[in-house]
């Protein structure tokens, strides 16, 4: 591991230094710094309760610190207000972007300074309008229609337009919070690159992120949060992505993927040439009792679409779908349920978890019918498979009763596998299962898929994260251009060659290896 | 996400390469860009159709005397439509959660009984006016408050203000008609050039200068952002409840005006204000049909208030009964907010 850094005092465009806060009796920080040097991208990882968002709100003006002090280009100030920290050349790009999803580029750029008609009250739509186009094509090569409604783009060509607002202000300083969120690969990849040209340029990026492939990818520097302090501040060069994750957790990286050891049963669900339309043809797969199969792939290769075909969200055009040996249909999801599949969906807060009913209710909504007698709810027995879930899974809640919205992402995303195991479903599909949790909730959802595998259960799990998969599965199938493009076994593959054939094989191989 | 290779080089080519240029042009949700079209025309289309039908069932529908006659009936009606217009861009489209004003028609009543109060006891047509239109503003505040400050959603704050007006307004009226005739009512409620009256001149020159101020200014559209997505107004800076404040302050006075209007056309101050919700409702909510990204707009809420008003005169032209007006509007009401919202549901997904 690379020694600290020292930072040149008088090269720090930001400086935080010996920061305490306190909400209630919790503390957020205590005694972080943060050094930011002029000129370079800066990386700010913990986990989910390290102090990351607390310390950005800081920064941003929206918390006051109760001890410590922060330097701003060499001035130190006491309390920061929004609009301050504005004016001092900070500018921060939010995780959701904050732009009007009925207005044209050019009015969601110049929302709140926009140009008027000399002379006149009257708003200058030309000036926006070609002002826009021009600014987008000339830092971004990106040429979007006049008419084109903020509501149209995709979120990469949303978080250029937000770039772009923030670059019309002439910005010291950007600071991106976890940028990448929504945004596929590929987009996330553009991202980068423009990250760095940014920089190249001169601004300084701050840049705060759960992907830690991301920051040894873009960073020239990191520094690490560990409960509410900084562990380490590192230069990216010579770090890897384990030594930052072993920082950040107090346990060994390779403790991550808890895989147990299952001998794999019967068959449990066959395709056999099954096709969509145009979205994949020619799936032909085997999935045994016992047995977590990965599947991965570009958005559009298919493998998505076959996973909400398996549930009954679309309908296959060919092929056949044999469940225990018997030919089965299933056209909706009631149907797939019925033959006791679940599905974990990706966005778990819209399709996975209803927010605002308990834990309780949660794990219960989908097998009503058992705890019914009569038409009614039979709260005790109820109440019994609850509680016996949460603590078998070990869902961190206040109580039974507490309602979803209030527990972390990773312990949500427990409660919606509990959902299907109090269904005693065989077959699980977990669509991107670890995505925005924190590295112990991720852990502990793989060692749920380890445990559903020792059951009986046949997983398949579907994900972008190479490494995951690779760690919790037996086999990996890596779809392209709507077909099974190959089929590895887990324990004997590096992440390099399913990136490679993930990608689109060799010619992209050249790149990653 | 423990991925130990790293990512295959980003460069800024890749915004130019054929796979993103795919992908990049932005793509129209065809369903909802498809659907909000077919609304759109086929509100037009409906329109024009209405038009053309009477205009052949009852000939003297076309002429320039019927069409004068519709815009200066439409006036007050119109005057009212646009402050709503003003509070549900500011509020959001959210037929439930956003911006909405039902106090605006008993608003308009107690104005006007003020307005008539005030002549019947001697005083000029000034303070008259500016009793009216204080009287519009006060109100405005309070609904204002109450949503602003005490955090009531617009339905009910402007419910419950609503009621209280229409009481103020029987306290002082004694729910009694309160006569009204000055010079200026007259010179209001009279025919313009080529035979068409005033109030006509007064509702296009009211929607012109309103159109000018909401589609045209940056305020206008900081109004806008403020409605539809506040958190980017307030990342832009912008001081939402102040914008939300001035919005319903406007509409309190687009009330007051109405106030005046009426009482010119009515010859002073009658019961039965709360009557005009309904049609302000639907005009208001209408309008937003026939503008290209289905929001509301000045421009739109005049077609619409057009649109009642002359299906209103054309059932009057061919001897339907006006019963049915009633019905009709409710009708518009539930095809128009199904319509959006269904297409709003569309877009989210």
Redesign the interface.
Same mark, same amino acid.
Request: glycine fraction near 10%; include cysteine; hydrophobic fraction near 45%.
């Given at each position: 591991m690379a020694a600290p850094v020292n930072v040149d005092q008088e090269d720090e465009i930001v400086r935080l230094s010996g920061i305490v806060k306190r909400f209630g009796g919790a503390q957020a920080l205590s005694g972080a710094s943060l050094a930011v040097k002029r000129g370079t991208v800066h990386g700010l990882v913990g986990q989910n309760g390290a102090g990351k968002s607390t310390l950005i709100k800081l920064l941003a003006g929206l918390h006051q610190a109760d001890e410590g002090q922060i330097e701003i280009d060499g001035i130190a100030y006491g309390a920061l207000t929004p609009?301050q920290v504005?004016h001092l050349g900070i500018h921060f790009i939010?995780q959701?972007r904050?732009?009007?999803?009925?207005?044209t580029v050019g009015?969601?750029l110049f929302?709140?300074r926009?140009p008027?008609i000399a002379g006149t009250?009257?708003?200058d739509r030309k000036l926006m309008r070609q002002k826009s186009a021009e600014i987008l094509d000339r830092y971004?090569?990106?040429r979007?229609?006049n008419s084109?409604?903020i509501?149209?783009?995709?979120a990469a060509?949303k978080q250029i337009v937000q770039i772009t607002r923030a670059l019309l202000d002439g910005p010291k300083v950007l600071v991106f919070d976890e940028p990448t969120a929504a945004l596929v690969?590929?987009e996330?990849?553009?991202?980068?690159?423009?990250i760095?040209?940014l920089r190249d340029e001169g601004i300084t990026i701050h840049y705060i992120s759960?992907?830690?492939?991301?920051i040894?990818?873009l960073c020239d520097t990191v520094t690490v949060l560990r409960n509410g302090r900084d562990v380490a501040t590192l230069p990216v060069v010579g770090t890897?992505?384990?030594d930052i994750?072993t920082l950040m957790v107090n346990r060994d990286?390779a403790e991550?993927y808890p895989k147990p050891q299952v001998s794999l049963g019967e068959p449990l669900l066959q395709l056999d040439r099954l096709a969509l339309a145009d979205r994949y043809a020619d799936v032909s797969l085997t999935l045994h009792k016992g047995e977590v199969l990965g599947l991965t792939g570009l958005l559009g290769s298919g493998a998505k679409e076959l996973v909400r075909t398996l549930f009954g969200l679309e309908s296959p055009t060919a092929g056949t779908v044999t469940i225990h040996g018997e030919t089965v249909l299933c056209p909706n999801p009631a149907a797939a349920t019925a033959k006791r599949l679940a599905l974990v969906p990706e966005d778990r807060r819209r399709d996975g978890v209803a927010l605002d009913l308990s834990v309780t209710e949660n794990i219960t909504l989908a097998s009503l019918d058992r705890f019914s007698r009569a038409g009614l709810l039979d709260r005790a027995v109820e109440k019994r498979q609850a509680s016996a879930l949460i603590e078998r899974l070990q869902i961190k809640t206040d109580s039974a009763d507490a309602l979803v919205r209030t527990l972390s992402g990773g312990n949500q995303q427990k409660v919606a596998i509990a959902k299907w195991l109090s269904r005693q479903s065989e077959i699980y599909l977990l669509d991107e299962p670890s995505v925005g949790v924190d590295i112990a909730a991720k852990v502990e959802i793989y060692t749920l898929i380890g445990e559903l595998a020792e059951r009986g259960a046949g997983v398949i799990v579907l994900s972008s994260?190479?490494?995951?998969l690779l760690g919790i599965t037996d086999r990996v199938l890596v779809f392209f251009r709507g077909k099974i493009s190959r089929d590895f076994i887990s324990a004997e593959t590096r992440?390099?060659q399913i990136?490679a054939e993930v990608?689109g094989a060799n010619e992209?191989l050249r790149?990653?290896g | 996400?423990?991925?130990?290779?790293?990512? &295959?080089? +980003?460069?800024?080519d890749?915004?130019?390469s054929p796979a993103?240029a795919a992908?990049?042009? &932005?793509? +129209?949700?065809h369903g909802r860009?498809l659907a909000a079209v077919a609304l759109r025309q086929g509100s037009l289309a409906v329109f024009i159709g209405v038009l053309v039908y009477f205009s052949f069932a009852a000939p003297f529908f076309l002429s320039i005397g019927n069409i004068g006659n519709v815009l200066g009936q439409s006036a007050i009606a119109g005057v009212l439509a646009i402050g709503l217009t003003v509070v549900i861009i500011a509020g959001g489209s959210n037929v439930v959660t956003g911006g909405i004003d039902l106090s605006l028609a008993a608003n308009m009543g107690l104005s006007a009984a003020v307005y008539a109060s005030l002549v019947q006891a001697g005083y000029g047509d000034g303070l008259a006016v500016a009793g009216a239109l204080g009287t519009g503003l006060l109100i405005g505040a309070v609904n204002a408050a109450a949503i602003t400050l005490a955090g009531i959603v617009p339905l009910l704050a402007t419910l419950a203000v609503m009621n209280i007006v229409a009481g103020l307004e029987l306290v002082l009226t004694q729910n009694t008609v309160v006569p009204a005739a000055t010079d200026f009512l007259s010179a209001l409620s009279a025919a313009g050039p080529f035979g068409i009256p005033v109030l006509a001149f007064v509702l296009l020159g009211f929607t012109a200068l309103a159109a000018?101020v909401v589609q045209?200014?940056?305020l206008?559209?900081?109004l806008?952002?403020v409605g539809?997505?506040p958190?980017?107004?307030r990342?832009?800076?912008?001081r939402v409840k102040l914008f939300i404040t001035g919005a319903f302050l406007a509409s309190g006075l687009c009330g007051g005006f109405a106030g005046i209007l009426s009482v010119s056309y009515l010859s002073g101050s009658t019961t039965g204000a709360g009557d005009m919700l309904l049609p302000v409702v639907v005009t208001a909510l209408l309008g937003s049909v026939f503008s290209r990204?289905l929001?509301p707009t000045i421009g739109g809420t005049l077609l619409a208030t057009l649109f009642v008003s002359f299906l209103i005169n054309g059932f009057q032209l061919l001897n339907i009964s006006s019963t049915l007006v009633s019905g009709v509007q409710g009708l518009l009401i539930l095809l128009v907010v199904s319509a959006t919202t269904l297409l709003q549901r569309k877009?989210n997904q």
């Amino acid at each position: 591991m690379a020694a600290p850094v020292n930072v040149d005092q008088e090269d720090e465009i930001v400086r935080l230094s010996g920061i305490v806060k306190r909400f209630g009796g919790a503390q957020a920080l205590s005694g972080a710094s943060l050094a930011v040097k002029r000129g370079t991208v800066h990386g700010l990882v913990g986990q989910n309760g390290a102090g990351k968002s607390t310390l950005i709100k800081l920064l941003a003006g929206l918390h006051q610190a109760d001890e410590g002090q922060i330097e701003i280009d060499g001035i130190a100030y006491g309390a920061l207000t929004p609009p301050q920290v504005e004016h001092l050349g900070i500018h921060f790009i939010h995780q959701d972007r904050l732009l009007v999803p009925t207005f044209t580029v050019g009015e969601a750029l110049f929302l709140g300074r926009e140009p008027r008609i000399a002379g006149t009250p009257f708003l200058d739509r030309k000036l926006m309008r070609q002002k826009s186009a021009e600014i987008l094509d000339r830092y971004f090569g990106l040429r979007l229609p006049n008419s084109a409604l903020i509501g149209d783009l995709t979120a990469a060509e949303k978080q250029i337009v937000q770039i772009t607002r923030a670059l019309l202000d002439g910005p010291k300083v950007l600071v991106f919070d976890e940028p990448t969120a929504a945004l596929v690969r590929r987009e996330a990849e553009l991202l980068f690159g423009l990250i760095r040209r940014l920089r190249d340029e001169g601004i300084t990026i701050h840049y705060i992120s759960h992907y830690l492939s991301e920051i040894v990818d873009l960073c020239d520097t990191v520094t690490v949060l560990r409960n509410g302090r900084d562990v380490a501040t590192l230069p990216v060069v010579g770090t890897s992505a384990k030594d930052i994750g072993t920082l950040m957790v107090n346990r060994d990286i390779a403790e991550l993927y808890p895989k147990p050891q299952v001998s794999l049963g019967e068959p449990l669900l066959q395709l056999d040439r099954l096709a969509l339309a145009d979205r994949y043809a020619d799936v032909s797969l085997t999935l045994h009792k016992g047995e977590v199969l990965g599947l991965t792939g570009l958005l559009g290769s298919g493998a998505k679409e076959l996973v909400r075909t398996l549930f009954g969200l679309e309908s296959p055009t060919a092929g056949t779908v044999t469940i225990h040996g018997e030919t089965v249909l299933c056209p909706n999801p009631a149907a797939a349920t019925a033959k006791r599949l679940a599905l974990v969906p990706e966005d778990r807060r819209r399709d996975g978890v209803a927010l605002d009913l308990s834990v309780t209710e949660n794990i219960t909504l989908a097998s009503l019918d058992r705890f019914s007698r009569a038409g009614l709810l039979d709260r005790a027995v109820e109440k019994r498979q609850a509680s016996a879930l949460i603590e078998r899974l070990q869902i961190k809640t206040d109580s039974a009763d507490a309602l979803v919205r209030t527990l972390s992402g990773g312990n949500q995303q427990k409660v919606a596998i509990a959902k299907w195991l109090s269904r005693q479903s065989e077959i699980y599909l977990l669509d991107e299962p670890s995505v925005g949790v924190d590295i112990a909730a991720k852990v502990e959802i793989y060692t749920l898929i380890g445990e559903l595998a020792e059951r009986g259960a046949g997983v398949i799990v579907l994900s972008s994260d190479i490494e995951e998969l690779l760690g919790i599965t037996d086999r990996v199938l890596v779809f392209f251009r709507g077909k099974i493009s190959r089929d590895f076994i887990s324990a004997e593959t590096r992440p390099e060659q399913i990136l490679a054939e993930v990608t689109g094989a060799n010619e992209t191989l050249r790149h990653a290896g | 996400m423990l991925v130990d290779t790293s990512y &295959p080089p +980003p460069s800024l080519d890749g915004f130019n390469s054929p796979a993103h240029a795919a992908e990049g042009t &932005p793509k +129209p949700v065809h369903g909802r860009s498809l659907a909000a079209v077919a609304l759109r025309q086929g509100s037009l289309a409906v329109f024009i159709g209405v038009l053309v039908y009477f205009s052949f069932a009852a000939p003297f529908f076309l002429s320039i005397g019927n069409i004068g006659n519709v815009l200066g009936q439409s006036a007050i009606a119109g005057v009212l439509a646009i402050g709503l217009t003003v509070v549900i861009i500011a509020g959001g489209s959210n037929v439930v959660t956003g911006g909405i004003d039902l106090s605006l028609a008993a608003n308009m009543g107690l104005s006007a009984a003020v307005y008539a109060s005030l002549v019947q006891a001697g005083y000029g047509d000034g303070l008259a006016v500016a009793g009216a239109l204080g009287t519009g503003l006060l109100i405005g505040a309070v609904n204002a408050a109450a949503i602003t400050l005490a955090g009531i959603v617009p339905l009910l704050a402007t419910l419950a203000v609503m009621n209280i007006v229409a009481g103020l307004e029987l306290v002082l009226t004694q729910n009694t008609v309160v006569p009204a005739a000055t010079d200026f009512l007259s010179a209001l409620s009279a025919a313009g050039p080529f035979g068409i009256p005033v109030l006509a001149f007064v509702l296009l020159g009211f929607t012109a200068l309103a159109a000018g101020v909401v589609q045209y200014t940056p305020l206008g559209l900081r109004l806008y952002a403020v409605g539809e997505f506040p958190e980017a107004a307030r990342a832009a800076g912008l001081r939402v409840k102040l914008f939300i404040t001035g919005a319903f302050l406007a509409s309190g006075l687009c009330g007051g005006f109405a106030g005046i209007l009426s009482v010119s056309y009515l010859s002073g101050s009658t019961t039965g204000a709360g009557d005009m919700l309904l049609p302000v409702v639907v005009t208001a909510l209408l309008g937003s049909v026939f503008s290209r990204r289905l929001l509301p707009t000045i421009g739109g809420t005049l077609l619409a208030t057009l649109f009642v008003s002359f299906l209103i005169n054309g059932f009057q032209l061919l001897n339907i009964s006006s019963t049915l007006v009633s019905g009709v509007q409710g009708l518009l009401i539930l095809l128009v907010v199904s319509a959006t919202t269904l297409l709003q549901r569309k877009g989210n997904q």
